[in-house]
């Protein structure tokens, strides 16, 4: 019952997510600051009241790391959203879910952890997929790729801290305080790039912050309701569902390559978080 439970949630978290993707692609002609500025500060309305109402602290306990994971954050969200600029929206998501190579890497060093080379293989995997895309996808925009994979770069880097956090802070005052310094720093960098939302669009600017809030959320609960390995891979679905939206939505067309990159990175991934998973069971019951 608890699996199916967090199937449905996730089913529900990467819908949400990839809602907030078509936002953000239908947005194209606002700068991407000015995206962060407004899907922070939707946030906050949720993450303050949960604080408030359960009576956690704002400030935290270990703010050094909070405001670390939020700045690194702050900086993937940004290059995520300048790439959909010059991507299309299902390859810009793509490349950004490389982060967990970067985390790996970034964790040999600062966390002293291990790689099996199982892992090395389906990373590469996952980076062949990049390559094809880059090599063979002519129509791919060299900029957009490279601030996709910056974007990708800093997301390994908010796992790395993320794990120095632990259970040290709750979980929503780690949003909480990501909310906060992207909502300054998206606020301070729009200044001189600001566009006047018209219409609905200012209902869809404060409906980033919304799907976000609740991406996050069933996010969470789905993997408070099962293993891992069970539900991490079903986080892919994003893809699938912001590739659909690309199409149908904005008439963005996926070559054979593009599509094949994308297929490869989502395979080298998934296989990944499932090795972790079973490698993980294999030991406890050692």
Same mark, same amino acid.
């Given at each position: 019952?608890?699996?199916?439970?967090?199937?449905?949630?996730?089913?529900?978290?990467?819908?949400?997510?990839?809602? +907030?993707?078509?936002?953000?692609?239908? #947005?194209?002609?606002?700068?991407?600051?000015?995206?962060?500025?407004?899907?922070? $500060?939707?946030?906050?309305?949720?993450?303050?009241?949960?604080? &408030?109402?359960n009576n956690i602290s704002i400030l935290g306990n270990q703010?050094?790391?909070?405001?670390?994971?939020?700045?690194?954050?702050?900086?993937?969200?940004?290059?995520?959203?300048?790439?959909?600029?010059?991507?299309? &929206?299902?390859?810009?998501?793509?490349?950004?879910?490389?982060? %967990?190579?970067?985390?790996? &890497?970034?964790?040999?060093?600062?966390?002293?952890?291990?790689?099996? %080379? =199982?892992? =090395?293989?389906?990373?590469? +995997?996952?980076?062949?997929?990049? #390559?094809?895309?880059?090599?063979?996808?002519?129509?791919?925009?060299?900029?957009?790729?490279?601030?996709?994979?910056?974007?990708?770069?800093?997301?390994?880097?908010?796992?790395?801290?993320?794990?120095?956090?632990?259970?040290?802070?709750? %979980?929503?005052?780690?949003? @909480?305080?990501? +909310?906060? $310094?992207?909502?300054?720093?998206?606020?301070?960098?729009?200044?001189?790039n600001w566009v006047t939302p018209e219409g609905i669009e =200012?209902?869809?600017?404060?409906?980033?912050?919304?799907?976000?809030?609740?991406?996050?959320?069933?996010?969470?609960?789905?993997?408070?309701?099962?293993?891992?390995?069970?539900?991490? %891979?079903?986080?892919?679905?994003?893809?699938?569902?912001?590739?659909?939206?690309?199409?149908? +939505?904005?008439?963005?067309?996926?070559?054979?390559?593009?599509?094949?990159?994308?297929?490869?990175?989502?395979?080298?991934?998934?296989?990944?978080?499932?090795?972790?998973?079973?490698?993980?069971? @294999?030991?406890?019951?050692?």
């Amino acid at each position: 019952m608890e699996v199916k439970s967090a199937i449905k949630f996730m089913l529900i978290s990467t819908l949400a997510f990839a809602c +907030m993707n078509a936002i953000i692609k239908h #947005l194209v002609h606002v700068s991407a600051y000015q995206i962060v500025f407004f899907r922070s $500060i939707s946030s906050l309305v949720f993450t303050f009241t949960f604080l &408030i109402k359960n009576n956690i602290s704002i400030l935290g306990n270990q703010k050094k790391l909070l405001v670390t994971r939020s700045i690194v954050g702050v900086t993937s969200m940004t290059f995520f959203f300048m790439s959909t600029k010059h991507l299309p &929206i299902g390859t810009a998501v793509s490349l950004r879910y490389i982060a %967990p190579i970067f985390a790996a &890497i970034f964790a040999i060093f600062l966390l002293r952890e291990k790689v099996k %080379p =199982w892992q =090395w293989f389906f990373f590469a +995997m996952a980076f062949l997929g990049v #390559l094809i895309l880059k090599g063979f996808d002519t129509e791919l925009n060299t900029y957009g790729l490279l601030l996709a994979c910056l974007s990708a770069v800093f997301s390994g880097l908010v796992y790395v801290t993320i794990s120095k956090i632990g259970k040290g802070d709750h %979980p929503v005052v780690v949003v @909480n305080y990501f +909310m906060v $310094i992207s909502t300054i720093v998206g606020g301070i960098l729009s200044v001189n790039n600001w566009v006047t939302p018209e219409g609905i669009e =200012w209902m869809l600017l404060f409906g980033l912050g919304v799907f976000g809030y609740f991406g996050q959320l069933f996010m969470t609960k789905a993997f408070q309701a099962a293993a891992t390995n069970v539900v991490a %891979p079903l986080k892919y679905l994003e893809v699938l569902y912001t590739v659909l939206f690309g199409v149908f +939505m904005f008439s963005e067309v996926y070559t054979f390559w593009s599509l094949l990159g994308i297929a490869l990175i989502i395979a080298g991934l998934v296989l990944n978080v499932v090795y972790k998973g079973k490698s993980k069971q @294999n030991s406890s019951h050692r």
